[in-house]
């Protein structure tokens, strides 16, 4: 472990591991290809393999309230675990199931603390920027088509 | 009554055969690739994933190939797959102020916190067909305008009337309560509103729309405003229980329609506007603005409103929301019902042949009482 993983706690650990899982799962299957290709993953065993099935989305009525089912999304899941014993879980939307076997196999080896830091610069870094990127270029053509609506007078005024 | 029927196999493999060659067209045409039709067909494809009520754009793109553009026909192939695939459970809610806004207005406030954007919107646009998209080189893609972005948040128009308490409080219940899933028990009633709203969820376009209509000329009038109409990105969570967290499976696009309605007050409660909700797969906005509208006229029980049409009709909308289960009955006429027919054949002809017998047994006393007359 490194000085900083040892430093934290259970929870932020967990939040950061979530962090971790998120930007795999926003992920194309290429992209995580890509940087796993680049890796050179040591062996594993496969705990669970890719499986794809169903959840159910729900909403809340208006918003807030209280929760109905919306409908489902397709999803896929892998459970893999290390030589070294860190287990690696993976859940995205979709029926990619090369993309959840590499993505567990990244999740479990973020888990081992001397090579978390190259996880973190090589695959989670800069894919979490292209994703944020992504997203911002969405906000500012969205902006460009903000608009301000003049309710019309009546009479003189 | 259908009763099944023998033969025909060579006659079934044919027309099969025949429809994946119609199906494929002049093949001088390129074919249509998945990435095609999701990409420039979204609108279709969010209409099936909704009324598919299952979100996979590659699956929709897929199943509307498959079934030349008959969108009740991909509809349906979406539900058949989904019943091959194992349940993992439940998603948390999502939430829908935290949505990657790419559009969102109202008709309620003209300035509001984090404005009006209108987004991709056939709205305001003139209707008139541009040719330029049937020429070769229609594909040219104009550069979209960019704007710096406040980060100023969008709240709810419905939250910002509920701070004043002038619209009724988001119904909520404990938490535990569970939630209804048509999926998992056919629908039975009386229907609470979470199950209305699955049923709305993934009901038929046009029927919802025809009955928001009803409302609005007349049968039922709920006197709504577009509170609020907003579309984008909602991330999907899910409660992993042998990670023991919460996983963001990723992103889906959804629309959601705030309804703001006509007031009701009692002895017990002040005069407050009341709610309509609609919320659907990808940019869907005829459909959310619909189900809002429907979901508020099916309300009338607990506002203590009158039952006069249609659209507040619980048993009836639901009943004959689905286009699935709608097809499916309607499209049955379509196969042998040589027996039954063949029954109710035997009993048209007893029936005239009474009818004859009677008219001739009549005609004849008739003439006989002429004659002695």
Redesign the interface.
């Known amino acids: 472990m490194t000085d900083t993983a040892s430093s934290t706690t259970p929870q932020d650990s967990?939040t950061a591991?979530?962090n971790v899982?998120?930007v795999l799962?926003?992920a194309s299957p290429e992209a995580v290809a890509e940087r796993f290709e680049r890796l050179d993953a040591p062996p594993f065993g496969i705990v669970r393999q890719p499986?794809?099935?169903?959840?159910?989305?729900?909403?809340?009525?208006?918003?807030?309230?209280?929760?109905?089912?919306?409908?489902?999304?397709?999803?896929t899941?892998c459970?893999i675990r290390l030589e070294t014993g860190e287990t690696g879980?993976a859940?995205?939307?979709?029926?990619n199931k090369k993309k959840a076997l590499q993505s567990a196999v990244i999740d479990a080896l973020w888990q081992c603390g001397e090579i978390r830091e190259r996880i973190e610069a090589e695959v989670i870094a800069p894919l979490a920027a292209e994703q944020a990127a992504a997203?911002?270029?969405?906000?500012?053509?969205?902006?460009?088509?903000?608009?301000n609506?003049?309710?019309m007078v009546r009479g003189d005024n | 009554m259908y009763v099944a029927v023998k033969g025909g196999e060579t006659a079934i493999r044919n027309a099969h055969k025949l429809l994946a060659k119609r199906r494929r067209g002049d093949t001088s045409v390129p074919a249509l690739t998945l990435e095609q039709i999701a990409e420039q067909l979204s609108h279709s494809v969010a209409r099936v994933m909704g009324e598919g009520s299952l979100y996979d754009e590659t699956l929709a793109a897929l199943a509307i190939k498959q079934a030349r553009g008959d969108l009740i026909e991909a509809a349906f192939l979406m539900r058949a797959y989904r019943t091959t695939l194992p349940r993992f459970g439940y998603s948390e809610p999502v939430d829908t102020a935290a949505m990657l806004v790419e559009r969102r207005i109202s008709a309620t406030y003209k300035d509001l916190p984090g404005g009006q954007v209108l987004g991709p919107t056939f709205d305001y646009s003139h209707r008139l067909l541009d040719f330029a998209l049937a020429a070769e080189d229609g594909d040219a893609v104009p550069a979209a305008e960019t704007a710096p972005v406040e980060d100023v948040g969008m709240p709810r128009v419905t939250d910002l009337l509920g701070d004043e308490g002038l619209i009724e409080p988001s119904s909520t219940d404990s938490g535990d309560a569970p939630v209804g899933d048509l999926t998992r028990e056919p629908l039975s009633f009386p229907a609470d509103r979470d199950l209305r709203l699955q049923n709305l969820a993934r009901g038929d376009e046009g029927f919802l729309l025809a009955l928001a209509y009803s409302t609005q000329r007349g049968y039922g009038r709920t006197h709504p405003f577009a509170g609020e109409i907003r579309y984008g990105e909602v991330e999907v969570e899910f409660f992993a229980e042998e990670l023991g967290f919460a996983v963001t499976l990723g992103t889906i696009k959804v629309t959601e329609c705030q309804m703001v309605n006509q007031f009701a007050g009692s002895a017990k409660a002040p005069p407050a506007f009341t709610r309509g909700y609609g919320l659907v797969f990808g940019q869907v906005e005829r459909k959310a603005m619909s189900m809002a509208m429907v979901d508020r006229s099916l309300r009338w029980q607990e506002l203590g409103e009158e039952p006069v049409a249609p659209a507040q009709d619980i048993e009836f909308v639901l009943s004959h929301s689905d286009n699935i289960q709608a097809t499916g009955f309607v499209e049955h006429l379509k196969l042998p019902h040589y027996v039954d027919f063949q029954a109710e054949l035997d009993l048209v002809r007893r029936m005239r042949d009474e009818w004859f017998e009677k008219r001739r047994q009549e005609n004849g006393s008739g003439n006989t009482q002429e004659a002695a007359e």
């Open positions: 967990a591991r979530q899982m998120a799962a926003a499986e794809t099935g169903l959840v159910m989305v729900r909403g809340r009525m208006g918003g807030t309230g209280s929760p109905f089912n919306l409908g489902e999304v397709t999803v899941r459970v879980s859940y995205s939307l979709g029926r997203k911002e270029t969405v906000r500012e053509e969205t902006e460009a088509t903000k608009v609506f003049f309710t």
